[in-house]
């Protein structure tokens, strides 16, 4: 912005904001919400760097009227106007399911079906739009969920819980998402009614016949695995986590403990033990599949990092549903399902700085004054809880110290 940052004004601001959203010199530029975003993060900056060493923050506040002028509440001048420009209005669920029943199911008002209405897939479309209410995901985000992802299904509760893989999820990190029942039950209905008969007219067509190298997904097995089939009826079971990756998880993590990493939780000594004990299986040969199975049931080898917590999974103590292969011998933890107050949570100094970008999320979230209140309030809750773990973190660290 051509000046020192110690040196910006509203003027630098204002400029940085053309830069950033509308400047076609800018290959990047970010719409308005992005935008918002960073420009609270700048505002913090400024108003740590306001206290500590009296520099002016260059970003002017204003008071914007709400609820139709009734009331105020504060808010940036150089924020976008996204939100007023396009005169956005909150839906809420009866309003939602009024604008699927009639845009997208074909129903009149009193929930008939229009005989001349010609849906092209209605019941898919109802499930994506049901899943993307539901969840709050982002478009992307939704749209790249593969069946195999989505949570278990238990109809005995309200919500569900899913992970969303980092490689989908903005910002690239991994998190938990929830979900109504309705919503789910809603996409797997999906998969066994208008999916399940549009495979069937493809099939019936020939329209696989031309794939070569084509894998059949026969049934979901437990430990993150499935078993495929191939063109020749082999069948083979694929794992979704192969047990090198945990032994090298297991290598790393014993690396960061050998470097003073700091492990808190309720299961912080037993993750302390297993990965140390883990250790002697480097450079193990495993010449039969039963090796393999022996290694991969090994106590010592349960540990599953999960998002900003490592599950030291011990199945008599278990808070969430864990899952099952065909023979039971093997069991892992239900990491979508993962219970706060479980015994065998263990978090380390990596767990603590996504607990930590968590926290900074949030604290925009529930600075926003266009959210609505139900969610400022549930994220709030959240913002306390994971301020406690991380302050807890910090200080079983420096305890022994002192
Ligand atoms: S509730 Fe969480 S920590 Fe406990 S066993 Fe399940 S996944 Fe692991």
Redesign the pocket.
């Known amino acids: 912005m051509g000046c020192c940052w110690s040196d910006a004004t509203a003027d630098q601001v204002g400029a940085f904001k053309f830069w950033r959203i509308n400047d076609e010199r800018n290959p990047c530029r970010v719409t308005g919400g992005t935008f918002r975003g960073g420009l609270v993060a700048i505002n913090a900056f400024y108003e740590w760097a306001e206290r500590r060493y009296g520099v002016m923050n260059p970003v002017e506040r204003v008071a914007v009227p709400v609820a139709g002028g009734r009331r105020q509440v504060d808010s940036y001048r150089a924020a976008p106007r996204v939100g007023r420009d396009r005169d956005v209005k909150w839906l809420d669920p009866g309003g939602f399911t009024r604008w699927r029943d009639v845009g997208l199911c074909g129903l009149d008002l009193s929930g008939r079906e229009l005989s001349w209405w010609r849906g092209r897939s209605p019941q898919r479309d109802c499930a994506f739009v049901g899943g993307l209410y539901g969840t709050g995901l982002r478009l992307t985000e939704w749209a790249s969920m593969l069946v195999l992802e989505l949570p278990f299904d238990a109809s005995d509760r309200a919500f569900v819980t899913g992970q969303l893989a980092a490689a989908c999820a903005k910002g690239g990190v991994r998190r938990k998402y929830w979900m109504p029942y309705p919503a789910l039950s809603a996409v797997l209905s999906y998969g066994e009614g208008e999916r399940a008969a549009a495979v069937r007219r493809a099939q019936a067509v020939g329209r696989y016949d031309g794939v070569a190298d084509r894998l059949v997904v026969r049934r979901q097995l437990g430990g993150r695995r499935i078993e495929v089939v191939d063109v020749l009826g082999r069948s083979s079971a694929v794992s979704l986590d192969a047990l090198l990756a945990r032994l090298d998880n297991l290598a790393e993590a014993h690396q960061r403990l050998t470097s003073g990493e700091h492990v808190s939780g309720p299961?912080a000594e037993l993750y302390r033990d297993r990965v140390h004990n883990a250790q002697r299986f480097t450079g193990h040969v495993l010449a039969t599949h039963r090796d393999a199975r022996k290694l991969y049931t090994n106590p010592d080898l349960q540990i599953?990092p999960?998002v900003g917590?490592t599950?030291?999974?011990?199945p008599q103590?278990?808070?969430?549903r864990?899952s099952r292969d065909d023979t039971d011998s093997r069991r892992t933890?239900?990491?979508s399902?993962?219970?706060p107050y479980?015994?065998?949570?263990a978090r380390t100094d990596g767990d603590i700085d996504v607990l930590r970008e968590h926290v900074q999320r949030l604290a925009q979230l529930v600075d926003d004054p266009l959210a609505p209140e139900p969610r400022t309030q549930r994220d709030r809750h959240e913002l306390r809880r994971l301020r406690t773990m991380v302050l807890d973190h910090d200080n079983g660290r420096t305890a022994p110290h002192d």
């Open positions: 299961a599953f999960g917590m599950c030291v999974f011990d103590r278990a808070a969430c864990f933890p239900d990491l399902d993962c219970q479980c015994a065998n949570i």
